[in-house]
């Protein structure tokens, strides 16, 4: 009994989780990337095949380093460093999810 709860805990903690990475996209990274197709930026789908979530996130809180290291000449994306680490792994779970 006690278990199915902390069962059923840790399964909402992570749908609210992937919510809440959907509605910080949306908030701030949907004028240059678009899930699955390449706008401005990338698209996650491809980020999310070709980095690991260390990657992810130094680029979201520090793009002028970040991205030289991941072999862009110079970073076009503005740094979102006032974002919470639970933020932050949100939006990097929810960038993961298009990995196919
Ligand atoms: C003003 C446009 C813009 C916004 C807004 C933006 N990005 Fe970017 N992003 C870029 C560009 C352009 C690149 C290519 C590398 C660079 O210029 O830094 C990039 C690169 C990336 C990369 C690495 C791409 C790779 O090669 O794997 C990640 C990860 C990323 N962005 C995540 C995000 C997330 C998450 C958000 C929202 C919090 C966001 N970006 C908001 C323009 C943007």
């Excluded at 520090?62 to 110079?74: C, F, K, M, S, V």
């Excluded at 919470?84 to 993961?96: G, V």
Aim: charged share 15%; with cysteine.
């Amino acid at each position: 009994m006690y278990k199915n709860f902390l069962i059923l805990l840790l399964f909402l903690h992570t749908s609210l989780l992937a919510n809440e990475g959907e509605t910080l996209f949306k908030t701030y990274c949907w004028g240059c990337h678009h899930q699955t197709s390449m706008a401005f930026g990338p698209s996650f789908q491809q980020i999310a095949n070709t980095r690991n979530s260390g990657e992810i996130i130094a680029q979201i809180v520090d793009p002028t380093n970040t991205a030289i290291t991941l072999g862009y000449e110079r970073s076009a994306m503005p740094a979102f460093n006032r974002l919470t680490s639970e933020q932050l792994q949100a939006l990097t779970s929810y960038i993961q999810s298009f990995k196919d």
